[in-house]
Each structure stands twice: as C-alpha cells, then as structure tokens.
C-alpha cells in the first residue's frame, strides 16, 4: 500500500471550510484514496472515495489532481462536532473494499473552534 | 451506531496477565477484524478472521492470538501482557470484502 503523509494538525472555526491535504507520490494504478473520521474513544468511521477528478458526498468532497500524487479532504462550513483525527488512506479496490485490513497512517487532528 | 459491540469498554490489568476482549460483529457481516491503537497514533492491523480462520496477520507477536465462532463473534486473547500493550482495541465487521464497520473499542490499561 502506497504512503501517505498528512499535516498532523489544523485548527479552524465554525463556519470555515477546512481542506486537509494528503501526499502519496506513489501511488499505483490500482489504488483508490480514502477518508476516514474517527472520535475520541470511538472507531474510524468512512467518510469518502475516490479515484480521480472529484467526488462529493453529503459530508464532503474529495479532490484529485490529474497526477494523482495528492488528495484533498474539503469539510464546508465545519461545526464543533467535526473536531475528530481525519485519516487518509490508500489501497488497490479502494481501502473501504478490502474487508477491514487497513493500513493507518497517524492522520490529521482538526480541531474546530468556536 | 454500527451494530458492532465490543465487551468490556475499559479494563485495567497487571503486567504478565492474560486478557480476553469480544466482538460482536454486526448481523450477516462474516469477517472480523482487530485492531490496536496506541494513545496518539493510528489504529494497526491485528488480524482478519474469515468464517473462523484466520485470514491475515499484522506486525504482532504469537502472544496475540485470536477465535472467530460459528455466529461469526470474535475474540482477542493476549498472552503475557507488557505495559506497551495499553491501548484501544477496536474491532472491525464486514462481509467479506466489502465497507469494514468498527465497534467503540476496548480500553486496556496495564499497569
């Protein structure tokens, strides 16, 4: 599975939208890039997938540039609720396809203030 | 909620001790998976039991071993316990592979 790199920490506001940025200069052909929430004390929990170009879902949107060698995890207009770790993850079939072995890396903490 | 439960929800032991965490997995998902998650970091693979054998095998020492049951509940034994060994357990469902759910975890503390 291809490495990633995420900034280990972000603050933000209510209100605000928050992009968090993934790398993984080498990622394979096969692979597809996914985003997990996880709470204190509570296990990760799937937010988003995706291969190229762009995806949204009711939570958020998940860009990919054309060389696939970033992501960016878009979360609009953030609430309290939203301060959780955010991981990035890469696999072939897509991560949330692989039954449950996932390979974390040490995400990244946004912490939403008021 | 995921319809996966984790007992119990905290646990404290003394070094050298055996623990034995559960899982139940959410209904008709036959794959369960365990992780650790050490304080700060995130969760790493364990094991994956498919249908009541073992299907996988992270960085782990033989002291972690595991059982899935014909209900397709699990279980995570860990042998000789050692002070690293404090973390989260989480506990992963799903059928086969398709969208893995997690359950709350397992807060072991030793001491």
């Known amino acids: 599975l291809a490495k990633t790199t995420q900034p280990i920490s972000m603050d933000s506001y209510e209100g605000q939208e928050v992009n968090i940025t993934c790398s993984h200069n080498n990622i394979a052909t096969n692979d597809y890039i996914t985003w997990y929430q996880q709470f204190p004390s509570q296990g990760p929990r799937f937010i988003i997938q995706?291969?190229?170009t762009k995806v949204t879902n009711e939570v958020a949107s998940l860009f990919i540039p054309a060389d696939r060698k970033s992501s960016t995890l878009s979360l609009p207009r953030v609430s309290l609720s939203d301060t959780a770790v955010y991981y990035c993850?890469?696999?072939?079939?897509?991560?949330?396809?692989?039954?449950?072995?996932?390979?974390f890396g040490q995400g990244t903490e946004l912490s939403v203030k008021p | 909620e995921t319809g996966v439960t984790q007992s119990p929800t905290h646990l404290i032991k003394t070094r050298g001790q055996q623990v034995t965490l559960r899982c139940s997995s959410q209904s008709g998902h036959n794959t369960v998976s365990w992780y650790q998650q050490a304080l700060g970091q995130g969760p790493q693979f364990i094991f994956q039991y498919y249908r009541e054998e073992e299907n996988g095998r992270g960085n782990f020492p033989p002291r972690f071993s595991g059982l899935q049951f014909p209900n397709y509940s699990s279980e995570l034994n860990v042998n000789a316990l050692e002070l690293d060994d404090s973390a989260l357990y989480l506990c992963?469902?799903?059928?086969?592979?398709?969208?893995?759910?997690f359950g709350q975890g397992t807060r072991l503390t030793v001491v």
């Open positions: 992963a469902s799903s059928l086969e592979v398709t969208e893995a759910f």
């Open positions: 993850l890469v696999g072939e079939m897509g991560v949330r396809n692989q039954g449950g072995k996932l390979i």
């Open positions: 995706g291969y190229k």
